[in-house]
């Protein structure tokens, strides 16, 4: 079976500071992993793919296959950056498995 | 730019009756899938859906969830007779025959009393 486990519910920054939202995956597979933007009453969005390895709106991932992580990183956090984020697995089908998401909040 | 549109943004329905959720993805996409997300709870894979037929569903698609696509354009998730546990945010998805991408609809909130 397979799991994203996401164990940050909320983080806080102040604008500028850097920015770790955690994720975890357990798949017994090749694992393709995305990340998914949700900001305040806006739908679902992809962000970034691990495949593509693109830096997008200053956001990087990587996937380590020995830690089974796939974090989402930015070195200076901005106030626009605030949504929730969902880290997210594709199985052979294109189904995907979500984590439980974090919320972003960058404080002024 | 063309989005997924979902109709109505919100349903109240009462404990026993049928609902029909409606999409209506971007012309060119092929594959088309619905999520739902319990409030406070995670987003969850309920189908997949490709050439007419259901390629994937999750163990919560039971025998009360159907979907079809009637006009070649709609795509439509059916609850036949929804519990008080079918109150969540049910999201329509679709990508084309070339992408990996999955684009979201803004989601229909059914409130079941």
């Known amino acids: 079976a397979q799991r994203v486990t996401q164990p940050e519910k909320l983080l806080s920054v102040f604008k500028g500071a850097p920015v770790e939202l955690k994720c975890n995956y357990s798949?017994?597979?090749?694992?393709?992993l995305f990340w998914y933007v949700q900001y305040s009453r806006q739908r679902l969005q992809l962000l970034l793919r691990?495949?593509s390895r693109e830096s997008i709106k200053g956001f990087t991932a990587d996937l380590n296959k020995g830690e089974t992580s796939f974090h989402l990183k930015k070195p200076f956090a901005q106030e626009e950056d605030s949504a929730m984020y969902y880290c997210?697995?594709?199985?052979?089908?294109?189904?995907?498995?979500f984590g439980g998401g974090t919320r972003l909040m960058v404080k002024p | 730019e063309p989005e997924v549109t979902q109709t109505p943004s919100h349903q109240v329905t009462q404990m026993g009756q049928e609902v029909i959720l409606r999409c209506v993805p971007i012309?060119?996409?092929?594959?088309f899938y619905w999520y739902r997300q319990i409030l406070g709870q995670k987003v969850e894979f309920l189908v997949s859906?490709?050439?007419?037929?259901?390629?994937?569903k999750s163990e919560i698609f039971d025998d009360q969830f159907s979907v079809e696509r009637p006009d070649g354009s709609n795509f439509t998730l059916k609850i036949r007779s929804t519990k008080l546990e079918d109150s969540a945010m049910y999201f329509c998805?679709?990508?084309?025959?070339?992408?990996?991408?999955?684009?979201f609809g803004p989601g229909t909130r059914l409130t079941v009393t």
């Open positions: 997210a697995l594709k199985n052979a089908g294109n189904m995907l498995t």
């Open positions: 798949y017994s597979g090749s694992p393709e």
């Open positions: 691990h495949i």
């Open positions: 012309s060119n996409h092929l594959y």
């Open positions: 859906f490709y050439n007419n037929e259901i390629s994937e």
């Open positions: 998805a679709g990508r084309d025959s070339s992408s990996y991408e999955q684009y």
